[in-house]
């Protein structure tokens, strides 16, 4: 009895897997209602209804539920009102919202485009689906194109440039284009293969590949991709930068290039170099028409072919031509000649080249020079650049000393601008020498060491001598005018004599006398037969009995000593002031102070005498004006000091 019933209930289970697996007739099956849509970025926080957007109401007993492979896994549970997460992927990602109808899933990824099933039953409602779309824009899409190079005579499709995406979702679309014109497939002309790559993320990185075959007009053309894609705002789209690629293709031609452009002149740093109008440029020679033989000569260049004329000079004029090897063809080119014209100026001469004339006659003298251009002469004085004259003749006439010197022939081209020669010539007035002063007064200081100056002029150049002995030396700055130095010591003696120069030529001779005059301090004594003996300050120049003249600008050293002087000057009478005063005042001539009893404290010894130091060993420099001046008080009793006693 057993075994028939175990074999009924077999066959009765088989009999219900077939009817539910081929269905009752008769019974209506229902499809799977359609999900809503939600859209969500990636990192952002999905919002998943439980039931259509118009129900309401609170939902105190919901289960939420993913649906992945055909299977139904809980996720989430709201149980009165409270929710609480199944453990698993979702665990820590998912909120209850808006009194538990809706569902929050925080930081969303790729991988959450799924759908998710919502059973409510408090309040019981239909089975809800709800479909998340998920959404990332791609990164900028960068470009690197082919740094190869590819030449135009090839026929087989050649990689142009390669585009990539990255982190992208879902998968952007590329669009190529070239000069701002998309492109599109073409057999045997464009060909655009793309790939992708599924990140640990989720997200996509696109490449794209653009292959073509380019011609020559390809050679400055602008490559770039555009990557278009969908957020939850709209479409969007990025651009890559353009790019251009090598294009390579043979030449048809090559000519020559001068630089700089324009009128060349002598002086110019030329440049002469070859192109032509393929790619890469081709080695390259230059040549030149030897003007005896009438042959081109090859010219030396750089590793570029370049030729430099640094500077040009009129022998670089002549006819260049450039001859170019294709090493890729084996094809020779040769240009058309080109004609170099390099301007000039040259051999520049002045006549009479020395002119030597009396005072009082008339001279012409006329320039001329060489040029492939027409010239323009201008005559100028050369120490002050003044214009005395145009053209190629310059007349002089009743010519007196002050005409003599150098003068400047200038030379020009008006038509290139910068293109002139000088040529110089000095005229002599023939005369005696002129002296610069006839006498000039020094103010010197003993046992110094002083400088003496002796400027003369005239043609022919004199010789400047000495009546004293020293150190002398000699400039000329310029063919007519002589300067000597003198070095020597200041001594009695030669405070004594002076000094004098004589300037010597063929003609006649002329002199500068320099009068010394010794800056010192004369002791000065009070007069016993008067009650204020204060005698004036004075300068005791030792000078020549014929030493009269001044003159009206003093050397530096010279004028440190007049300074000094009239200081000094100043300080005494200041003192013979101040004597003055206390003498009223001891004579009670000043009521002033009276009634204080205040009077001027002095060292008993001393008291009622007014003293004025003057230090006559030391050089005026170093006097300290006298010492009053600023202040400072000395011990009478000091050494090498003299006293002016004022008593009462």
Not at 538 to 560: D, F, I
Not at 591 to 608: A, F, H, V
Request: hydrophobic share 35%.
């Amino acid at each position: 009895m057993g075994l028939p019933r175990l074999v009924c209930a077999f066959l009765f289970a088989a009999c219900c897997c077939c009817r539910h697996a081929t269905g009752v007739p008769g019974e209506e099956k229902h499809p799977a209602p359609t999900p809503d849509l939600v859209e969500a970025e990636v990192g952002s926080t999905a919002l998943l209804k439980c039931g259509p957007s118009r129900s309401s109401g609170n939902f105190s007993q919901v289960e939420w539920f993913l649906i992945h492979k055909e299977r139904q896994i809980l996720i989430f549970r709201v149980h009165q009102g409270k929710g609480q997460s199944e453990p698993g992927e979702y665990e820590h990602r998912l909120s209850l919202h808006d009194s538990g109808a809706t569902l929050a899933l925080s930081q969303v990824t790729p991988h959450d485009e799924r759908t998710f099933l919502c059973k409510s039953k408090r309040p019981r409602l239909q089975d809800h689906y709800v479909a998340l779309q998920v959404f990332k824009a791609p990164e900028e899409p960068t470009i690197q194109a082919n740094v190869v190079g590819i030449h135009v005579d090839r026929e087989e499709l050649r990689e142009v440039a390669t585009c990539v995406g990255r982190n992208g979702y879902p998968i952007p679309q590329v669009t190529w284009y070239k000069n701002g014109r998309p492109l599109q497939e073409e057999e045997n002309r464009v060909h655009i293969q793309s790939s992708q790559i599924v990140e640990s993320s989720g997200l996509y990185t696109l490449s794209s590949v653009l292959s073509a075959r380019v011609v020559k007009e390809d050679k400055d053309a602008q490559f770039y991709c555009e990557l278009n894609y969908r957020l939850p705002s709209g479409n969007h789209m990025k651009e890559s930068k353009e790019v251009t690629v090598p294009v390579f293709y043979p030449a048809e031609k090559v000519w020559v290039e001068v630089e700089p452009v324009g009128l060349l002149k002598e002086g110019d740093h030329v440049k002469i170099r070859c192109l032509t109008d393929g790619n890469p440029q081709p080695h390259f020679t230059i040549h030149k028409k030897n003007p005896s033989t009438g042959e081109m000569e090859e010219e030396s260049t750089d590793e570029n072919g370049l030729l430099s004329l640094e500077p040009a000079q009129k022998h670089h004029s002549g006819l260049y031509q450039c001859q170019s090897l294709d090493l890729e063809t084996i094809i020779t080119l040769t240009s058309d000649p080109l004609e170099l014209l390099v301007n000039y100026v040259s051999d520049v001469r002045v006549n009479p080249t020395a002119p030597e004339v009396q005072e009082g006659d008339n001279l012409t003298l006329t320039c001329e020079a060489e040029s492939n251009q027409d010239l323009e002469f201008e005559w100028l004085r050369d120490k002050t650049g003044q214009l005395v004259g145009k053209g190629p003749a310059l007349h002089l006439n009743n010519l007196r000393r002050e005409a003599g010197g150098r003068y400047l022939c200038v030379a020009s081209v008006p038509r290139v601008p910068g293109l002139n020669r000088t040529q110089p010539v000095s005229v002599g007035i023939i005369g005696f020498p002129w002296m610069a002063v006839k006498e000039r007064k020094v103010w010197v200081l003993e046992n110094a060491v002083l400088n003496l100056f002796c400027e003369a002029s005239g043609h022919p150049l004199p010789n400047i001598s000495w009546n004293v002995n020293g150190s002398a030396t000699e400039w000329s700055p310029d063919p007519q005018t002589v300067v000597s130095t003198l070095t020597v010591l200041v001594t009695p003696e030669l405070l004594e004599t002076g000094a004098q120069c004589t300037a010597t030529n063929s003609v006649g001779s002329n002199t500068t006398i320099i009068v010394l005059q010794l800056v010192t301090l004369t002791t000065l004594t009070p007069d016993s037969s008067q009650t204020t003996g204060l005698s004036t300050p004075t300068v005791s120049p030792h000078t020549r009995a014929n030493g009269t003249s001044t003159e009206k600008k003093l050397p530096q050293s010279e004028s440190k000593g007049v300074v000094i002087v009239a200081v000094i000057v100043c300080t005494l009478v200041l003192a013979v002031l101040g004597a003055a005063l206390y003498f009223f005042y001891k004579k009670g001539k000043l009521p002033c102070g009276r009634s204080g009893k205040q009077e001027i404290t002095l060292p008993p010894t001393r008291k009622g005498e007014f003293v004025v130091e003057v230090k006559s060993d030391k050089l005026p420099e170093e006097m300290a004006l006298l010492q009053g001046s600023n202040g400072d008080k000395r011990a009478p009793g000091d050494q090498g000091e003299k006293y002016i006693d004022l008593r009462h």
